[in-house]
């Protein structure tokens, strides 16, 4: 278990700098396994040092590439698989480890979803785009160009969204994809509405 600062949805691309010990043990034995592991957002504390308090509901992180630098510390590129909830927290010697089940997705889209994922993405285009003008920092407009498939697309708009650790914890939570959605359109046409009096103000 890799205990962080932020929050990794499925489908969402995670680089990682891995330098303190017990992580890099984790690392070690990761890669000699299957390469994954879970992230969890830390509730309080801090990602290094230990003593943490964690989020029950995370995601399965799966390493795509791995680079060792000549200091030893690991640059890794994952990313998101799966969400699942911890039962059980083990000792932290030699690094967080946990029980965990996995929470699968709907076998079958909630009806509403499909039209509530097209709003989602034209809201996602118009606040990128209105950030943009502003001279904000964000994704390029294309990156909302969102998949076909509601629940895909839920996490996409998430990981993309202008939120922060415990508002996207709150989206992982959510079981149902339509209620994901619906909580990322109120959390966009805010958004949007701050932007336009930002734009007027000149």
Do not use: C
């Not at 390469?35 to 801090?46: A, K, P, S």
């Not at 929470?103 to 979803?113: M, N, S, W």
């Not at 202008?162 to 339509?178: S, V």
């Amino acid at each position: 278990m890799f205990p962080l600062g932020s929050v990794l949805f499925p489908y969402a691309v995670l680089p990682l700098r891995v330098f303190e010990p017990r992580y890099l043990e984790l690392t070690n034995t990761v890669l000699n396994g299957d390469g994954r592991f879970g992230v969890v957002l830390i509730e309080r504390g801090f990602e290094v040092g230990g003593g943490d308090t964690r989020f029950s509901v995370g995601t399965v992180a799966r390493i795509v590439d791995a680079a060792r630098t000549p200091e030893g510390r690991y640059l890794l590129a994952t990313v998101g698989t799966e969400r699942f909830r911890v039962k059980k927290w083990h000792h932290d010697d030699p690094f967080p480890r946990a029980d965990i089940e996995m929470l699968p997705e709907p076998k079958r889209v909630p009806d509403g979803a499909q039209e509530r994922r097209d709003e989602v993405e034209r809201l996602l285009v118009r606040s990128l785009a209105m950030r943009a003008e502003l001279g904000d920092h964000a994704a390029p407009v294309d990156a909302a160009t969102l998949d076909p498939d509601p629940v895909r697309a839920s996490y996409e708009a998430a990981t993309l969204a202008p939120i922060g650790p415990l508002d996207a914890q709150r989206l992982l939570e959510f079981d149902d994809p339509l209620a994901r959605l619906v909580a990322l359109e109120h959390v966009l046409v805010e958004e949007i509405e701050v932007l336009e009096f930002r734009l007027a103000q000149g």
